[in-house]
């Protein structure tokens, strides 16, 4: 017992020590980058000399970085554009860096051009390929997302993430691209009850934003915009021009091109209201703002740093303001591809995320400082506190629609068919035969437990002959291939009233006619042999996942019938079809008599293709 105490004791010893010993190993330095007015530079570059690792600085000016390692030099390089890059040795704490004016004298370029400025955005577009990575990379970057009432210092939520996204080669256009969180918390204030609104795609900015990757706007349709050069900054003994961009949809802004390889190492883009942009609610949109840099590396290539978005929106009478920031803190080469189901998606809200929130982690993080009193806000948040907005909110989020185009077909009997009215005779000689049907599958379910769904099931026909019901649906959802882009098998049981209508004709009546006692006005009608019944329907769904709100789905359905009866349909054809009159007889009533064997009309497998959306 004694020896084996002992064991135990030691590799305790060891295995405490294992854990504590990063955080001893780590080295958190602070500091101010201002000018020499001591004016506090916003979003200055920060670089670890010799790696891939940095920060910016926040609004005020401050930065933190962490080293992993006490053995490494502190050895930062710090730029922003229109002063001097300066490298510096960091001391322990509070280390306040001044920048000076870039001064230097700008080289003498000549430009031929008529338009030099459309020049200059042409140059940059076909010098893409050698001005950016043509590899994939992974980058390691932090993102903060903040939302406030205008005029109101209190946010109503700040939701924080470090994530990690791959960056696809700039050899060609790329739109979007994965990523995944890390690490996240968020503050939400009691204000949250007012905000009906709820941002999506937020920690996409790495791509969302990513102008030179999208060659979209300014970089995309050269004619509608109207280039012109306004001004030469110089950048390490380098002319940067700054070309104004604007178009009459009121788009504009500046983007920023380096003379020497014609890189694009900034752009600032401004949109004003009355626009369309995003996909984004854009009916009370104020204005939208949104800024970029890139960052050399030792590479000579750009990569993606930084962005800065904010945008406003009218709600309830007010102004709801957001803003979010995202720094690349790192990069890698990327070796291996991106779970499926450890992407963030670009249609999934982050303030919806549950994760549980770990302090420590952000101490040995390199994020853009927030302000103290963020940081207050974050350490009283009361997570416990489940308001009536928030249930809600819930109950919606566990909704899922679906909508699909269906196919099946309507067998119909051998029949005779008599109908005699004063305004209409009916008389008729049919064999059976088959007729293929399409139609429309909605629903709305809920999911009252994981992976079952409880709702309403439809279907409305398309065309004249087709089928038309409302169900009870009850389904059942199985995932499989879940490290993959999922699978769903969905076994479910429908129960409801199904009606089958059977066009026959349409027939002209001279006076109004006459059915149960109700009259449809003279004219065209419409007659369908009609069958109603209450059914049960087993069926069996096969979906696939395109992304976290939508699937393609197939499904088949095998129909019970419960009880029936037939008949006539009479619908008026002319008039506003809302409010056309219809009227049904069964058999055998109102001088109707339809002789037939079996069932006279009949519907057993129904095939539904589409998709499913999520709410």
């Known amino acids: 017992m004694k020896i084996q105490l002992s064991i135990v004791c030691k590799m305790s010893t060891y295995i405490l020590l294992l854990s504590i010993t990063p955080s001893l190993a780590q080295t958190t330095i602070t500091g101010k980058i201002t000018d020499k007015q001591n004016t506090p530079i916003p979003y200055a570059h920060i670089q670890i000399e010799n790696t891939n690792s940095g920060t910016v600085s926040n609004e005020n000016g401050l930065f933190k970085l962490v080293f992993a390692d006490n053995s490494i030099k502190r050895t930062i390089i710090v730029s922003s554009l229109g002063y001097q890059s300066k490298k510096v040795v960091l001391e322990a704490e509070n280390n306040l860096i001044v920048l000076s004016p870039d001064i230097i004298q700008l080289q003498s370029v000549t430009i031929t051009s008529k338009n030099p400025a459309k020049e200059l955005i042409n140059n940059a577009i076909r010098s893409i390929p050698n001005n950016y990575p043509l590899v994939e990379e992974r980058h390691y970057g932090f993102f903060r997302e903040v939302t406030h009432w205008n005029k109101q210092k209190e946010p109503i939520y700040i939701a924080e993430t470090s994530i990690e996204s791959i960056k696809k080669s700039y050899s060609k256009k790329q739109l979007s691209g994965d990523v995944k969180l890390v690490e996240f918390r968020k503050y939400k204030s009691t204000q949250l009850d007012s905000l009906n609104t709820r941002i999506h795609a937020g920690v996409h900015h790495i791509h969302r934003f990513d102008v030179v990757a999208r060659r979209e706007d300014f970089l995309q349709k050269l004619d509608r915009f109207k280039y012109k050069i306004v001004d030469t900054i110089s950048r390490r003994d380098k002319n940067i021009y700054k070309i104004h961009f604007r178009n009459k949809e009121k788009i504009s802004g500046y983007v920023y091109i380096l003379d020497s390889t ?194 309403y099931l439809g279907e409305a026909k398309i065309f004249k002959s087709g089928i038309s019901s409302h169900n009870l649906s009850f389904q059942r959802q199985i995932k499989i291939n879940p490290k993959r882009r999922p699978i769903f098998l969905t076994p479910s049981m429908n129960f409801g009233h199904q009606q089958l209508d059977y066009f026959l004709g349409t027939f002209n009546t001279k006076e109004n006619l006459n059915v149960n006692g109700k009259s449809l006005n003279n004219g065209k009608t419409s007659v369908f042999l009609s069958q109603r019944n209450f059914r049960l329907q087993p069926n069996f769904a096969l979906s696939i996942e395109k992304n976290r709100r939508l699937n393609f789905l197939f499904s088949i359905g095998y129909n019970i019938p419960i009880s029936k009866k037939e008949g006539l349909l009479f619908q008026e054809k002319e008039g506003f079809f809302l409010f056309r009159k219809k009227q049904f007889i069964k058999n055998n009533r109102e001088s109707l008599t339809i002789n037939y064997n079996g069932n006279l009309l009949e519907n057993k497998f129904s095939l539904n293709a589409g998709v499913s959306i999520q709410l």
Not at 281 to 305: A, H, I, M
Not at 307 to 322: E, G, I, M, Q
Not at 332 to 355: H, R, T
Request: proline share 3%; hydrophobic share 30%.
């Open 262 to 455: 014609f890189a694009i190492i900034k752009a600032e883009f401004k949109q004003s209201s009355g626009f369309n942009h995003f996909l984004f609610s854009p009916e009370n949109r104020k204005y939208l703002n949104y800024t970029v840099t890139y960052e050399q590396g030792k590479d000579s290539l750009w990569r993606f740093k930084q962005s800065n978005y904010k945008t406003a929106f009218k709600r309830k009478n007010k102004v709801l303001v957001l803003s979010s920031e995202y720094v690349t803190t790192n990069i890698e080469p990327n070796s291996k591809k991106m779970a499926y189901s450890d992407k963030f998606q670009y249609s999934d809200i982050l303030l919806n995320k549950e994760k549980v929130y770990k302090p420590n982690f952000w101490r040995n993080y390199n994020i853009i400082l927030p302000n103290k009193k963020y940081e207050n806000l974050f350490k009283s948040n009361n997570f416990k506190t489940i308001s009536k907005q928030k249930k809600w909110l819930n109950f919606l989020l566990k909704l899922k629609r679906e909508i699909a185009l269906s196919c099946s077909t309507i067998n119909v009997s051998s029949y005779n068919l008599l109908f005699e009215n004063s305004s209409l005779n009916l008389q008729e000689t049919i064999n059976s035969s088959n007729r293929n049907i399409y139609g429309l599958s909605y629903s709305l379910l809920y999911e009252f437990k994981p992976n079952f769904y409880l709702g």
